[in-house]
């Protein structure tokens, strides 16, 4: 599983088949009675700078979405049923907010008042067929709008594709995975006549309701939020940026571009595992070596700094449930005194290790405690590393033939977010970044530097470091050699 931007969207034209909410689905909606369930602390903070940029005329939060490949022409009455019983079995899809007279409040709408009705439009030019979806995937992803979800086809005699596309309070990255599976297989088990076999799950807002009172019960001088307040202070009081020049001056936001690339193939990603593996380290926290040396290799900076988003699917009910089911936690480690990728490595699996403990308080509530200690300083908050290795989610075995991708929103940017993502095809890296022209030539050596470390540890457990001062800046008078 990929990822790919929508500019890169443009399967071939079809009859672009959407279903939505029935008129009556919908009047129930804006009738139903106030959830005292409390929106999570991401949904919460999701939505007010939604309502925020609003009020400002700014660009909303972006949408994510999927898209998946069905053989033939679509079936569209067991494409239906599949929808229907996504949205009827995860409660948290079927919830939603609205602005009331006290602010935020939810709604949760009962399994039996969720009706679809679909509609359907023919294409024959990719671009015109492009700019509807861009239209629809917009348009109908407000999360003041329930549903906050766009499901569909582009049904053709050759092949269809699939896709849905929601505002981030109805879920994550993990959660379009997952309901591709879902999907696939109540589409294939309706087609056929036979058994769904879907694990039981439990809902959302559960979690919802136990973040809560985790957050409540944390104090200024915890230690989650000690270690949260150390790390923001070096980061200059804020969260940390992309370590290399990326030509964004401060308060400027540039259009987004997606750089996408295998970074090693599948034998070179077992073999690079293997090799952490014995060096102590998991292959995530080589990954983060293997960055860290590119950021010192190409810019020169000896402290590796970044958040990663942790999953918290930690009971097993919420295992493949639908949700926003994400914190996030700090990554630091130094490469100060390390001449080679085994020093580095188990300095990036003790941080991997510390993220794992902080991700069970979440990162909202920690940063509502640290008050006037951090402060946001640019729209994207905060640079990331993400890792997600696909061959352990349900339905990866089909993969090949169901060609999962998943979709980002174009908007702006002033900093990146790095998604990685190991399938049984290798290790897929997908760069979000402002399309500055030095940032374009930066992210090109770092990405090759990324390269480089893996193939060289996949072929011999290491990779020697050059020395710093043949790093980013030169040293300041010449070097006997």
């Not at 033939?72 to 079927?94: K, P």
């Not at 092949?159 to 994550?172: E, R, T, Y």
Request: hydrophobic share 40%; with cysteine; aromatic share 8%.
């Amino acid at each position: 599983m990929q990822t790919m931007s929508f500019n890169d969207f443009h399967p071939a034209p079809g009859r672009v088949v959407e279903w939505t909410v029935s008129e009556g689905t919908a009047e129930r909606a804006r009738a139903a009675p106030v959830d005292p369930v409390p929106a999570s602390y991401n949904q919460q903070i999701h939505l007010e700078s939604t309502r925020v940029a609003a009020l400002l005329g700014l660009p909303g939060n972006p949408w994510i979405g999927a898209t998946f490949d069905l053989p033939g022409e679509a079936d569209l009455d067991a494409l239906e049923a599949a929808f229907t019983a996504w949205l009827h079995r995860h409660e948290g899809l079927r919830s939603g907010f609205r602005l009331g007279a006290d602010g935020i409040e939810r709604f949760t709408l009962p399994v039996d008042d969720v009706v679809l009705e679909r509609r359907a439009q023919d294409f024959d030019c990719p671009d015109t067929q492009h700019a509807h979806l861009d239209q629809r995937l917009v348009s109908g992803t407000d999360p003041f709008a329930w549903p906050p979800i766009v499901m569909g086809v582009i049904s053709r005699p050759e092949g269809s594709k699939a896709f849905v596309a929601m505002d981030h309070v109805s879920g994550d990255g993990y959660s379009l995975a997952l309901a591709i599976w879902e999907l696939q297989t109540v589409y294939e088990a309706t087609r056929q006549g036979s058994e769904l076999g879907l694990p039981e799950i439990g809902s959302y807002l559960e979690l919802c309701v136990e973040e809560r009172e985790r957050g409540q019960a944390m104090v200024e001088d915890d230690a989650v939020v000690t270690r949260w307040r150390e790390f923001v202070s070096a980061c200059g009081g804020t969260t940390p940026t992309f370590p290399l020049d990326l030509g964004v001056q401060p308060g400027q936001t540039w259009p987004q571009k997606l750089r996408t690339e295998v970074v090693a193939a599948a034998e070179e990603a077992e073999a690079f595992g293997t090799a952490c593996q014995r060096a102590g380290g998991t292959f995530f926290a080589g990954l983060l070596t293997a960055m860290a040396i590119a950021v010192r290799e190409v810019g020169g900076n000896q402290e590796f700094r970044t958040i990663t988003p942790v999953h918290t699917r930690h009971k097993q009910r919420w295992r493949t449930a639908m949700g926003w089911f994400i914190t996030v936690a700090p990554l630091e480690f130094s490469l100060v005194g390390a001449g080679s990728f085994a020093d580095v490595l188990p300095r990036a699996q003790a941080s991997v290790r510390g993220a794992m403990r902080l991700s069970r308080s979440p990162a909202a509530r920690v940063i509502e405690l640290l008050g006037s200690d951090f402060a946001v300083t640019r729209r994207d908050v905060f640079s990331m590393v993400s890792y997600t290795d696909y061959r352990q989610m349900p339905g990866a075995d089909r993969y090949q033939e169901w060609n999962p991708m998943t979709i980002g929103e174009v908007n702006v940017a002033d900093d990146t977010h790095v998604w990685a993502s190991r399938n049984r095809e290798g290790l897929h890296l997908g760069i979000r970044h402002p399309d500055t022209p030095i940032a374009e030539e930066v992210l090109e050596e770092y990405a090759a530097t990324i390269r480089a470390v893996l193939s060289r540890v996949a072929r011999t457990g290491d990779y020697p470091m050059a020395p710093q001062w043949a790093c980013g800046t030169p040293p300041a008078h010449p070097v006997s050699v």
